[in-house]
């Protein structure tokens, strides 16, 4: 059922049409791989188109242009690829899902190796740094093989934000081996790291203002930070979390602190994301113990119940964490 | 004059005691060179000591032990070795400069190509991302050289916060083939990220915040944004401008922005620190215009003039920048 690099890369090859798709609310790295593959392909002769239901966030929208949306015909594609989704629920906004999923041509390529939920006969779900980094493995599997600067750029992107920027726990000697190859075919760092880490909404600044001069606590001897964010602070600042990625560093940038939290509404209830700068202490079990998940060191959970029953129930297990003991 | 880098490992290896030193107000490639090429010696069982004439920056403290101040008898080693300083002017704060320079075995080695102030007979001045990216190459020159984790860390650091993280145009592909060599070494990318990257005093993340609301100005459109910090300020926050090491890049991070400024106290007068974006508008002949220097998209001078004098003076500079004219 595995299928190999250079499976896949005969697959993509030989497709007449690929239709490339990705998780919702898409971040670098489900873009970068999206586009970076939708590029590959055009530049293959054939046609191959990138579906979203929601416009990427803003600092990608230079990057990541024209695409399709649901309303698209999945019959007039050979082929359907879905990279960078671990779960159905995470494809819960497009809308043909169980005809996407059921498509007589469909591969699933993915560096969560928790992905058990996408059953899928084509598949190539390796760890890895990121879904870019297995993307240019399969393309680059071979000396000779080529890439143009476009699709470098777009691989590297998702390489980036997938490490945060080659600086998480994630970032090995064969990560930046690979990114090496895409900056020799000619990804353009300065343009992608203009997109990522220096197209900041002014708005987005001026909530981060906001957070720290009125928002952030620190406890447990300032090894914990948290802010809770109302929707009145974001609208205030004109900002949307859809735009979020990487919010969260600013809390985690505090000396001292070992664990961050970022809360905020979210549908009827509120969303809570956790990060912890030392592998000794995981917030993946708190997480779990809300019924979320995600990996040690950064894991959320969508919490249905009031804030004021929320803070005190992650405070005591925070401070379990911190204080090595196990989290129920 | 100019020496291998096979030369340079020889030297370092048949030497018996050598006193590292690099420039004033260190950073993490001055730090992280001297350090590593110090643990490298002391490996090799060499005496090997590292002289700093101040602390180094409170986020280097707990990686940067144990150096020796400029009391320290030169005598006492059979070789000087300076690293990552460019001109003379910045060795300033060490008292017995000329004896250093004069050491009988006095080694000089940089990536600063405009290193010509330093007139050594042994010297190896490669344009490279950094100091430590140049003593990785030679450490590591032939299959089979080993460093330990330690070593390999310090190397990360300077190679790390010289590039931006990975992510100035600086760059290339080399430089991550280069720190993966590192990472393959052992070197703990959690550590040094967590020192450069989130470890900022909770007065520097108060200043920003600060910052941001009430000295960030922006003007021509949004393309250049600039901030003036007075010492009362950085008081009010408990803030030295010696622990600075990229306060400019929160101006610089906006959307839009293609020229960032930073002017705060120096001496009687006045620091402008200048970075651009865009290649295609460099901020060198601003800083040289005010007697400076520095790189194309990263530079500075110190005017010793009325601030109410310079902004404007800065003002039309930065203009002329932004519309491709040239600067006087």
Known sequence: MAKTRSEVLSALLSADSVLVITHGKP?????GSAFGTRQFLRDNGKKADVLLTEPPPSRYTKL?????????DIDDYSMVLLLDCAVRDRLGTQKPIEKLLEHRCFWNIDHHYLNTDINAANSHVVESSSTCEIMTDILL???????????????????????????FSNTKGKTLR???????????????????YFSKPL????????????????????????????????????????????LIDLLRSVDGVIIAML????????????????????????ARHFGGGGHAQ??????????????????????KTLNGEKVP
Chains 1, 2 share one sequence.
Request: some cysteine; aromatic content about 8%; proline content about 3%.
């Open 64 to 72: 990541c242009t024209e695409y399709v949306g649901d309303d698209v």
């Open 141 to 167: 599997d071979k000396p000779g093989n080529a890439i143009t600067p476009d699709t470098a750029g777009f691989l590297l992107l998702g390489m980036m934000t997938d490490t945060g920027g080659f600086r």
């Open 178 to 196: 690979t990114a090496a190859m895409l900056l020799d075919a000619g990804a353009d760092m300065e343009k992608i790291a203009n997109a990522i």
């Open 27 to 31: 971040d670098g790295d489900a873009l």
């Open 298 to 319: 950064a894991a959320g959970a969508i919490i249905k119940s009031d804030i004021k029953d929320i803070i005190p129930q992650v405070l005591t297990l925070v401070e």
């Open 263 to 286: 809360v905020y509404e979210r549908g009827g209830g509120y969303r809570v994301s956790l990060r912890s700068k030392d592998s000794k202490f995981p917030v993946f079990p708190i």
């Open 203 to 246: 708005g987005q600044l001026e909530l981060e203002s906001d957070i720290v001069a009125s928002r952030m606590k620190l406890e447990f001897d300032g090894r914990f930070a948290y802010a809770c964010l109302d929707n009145e602070l974001l609208a205030k600042h004109d900002f949307s979390m859809k735009e979020d990625e990487g």
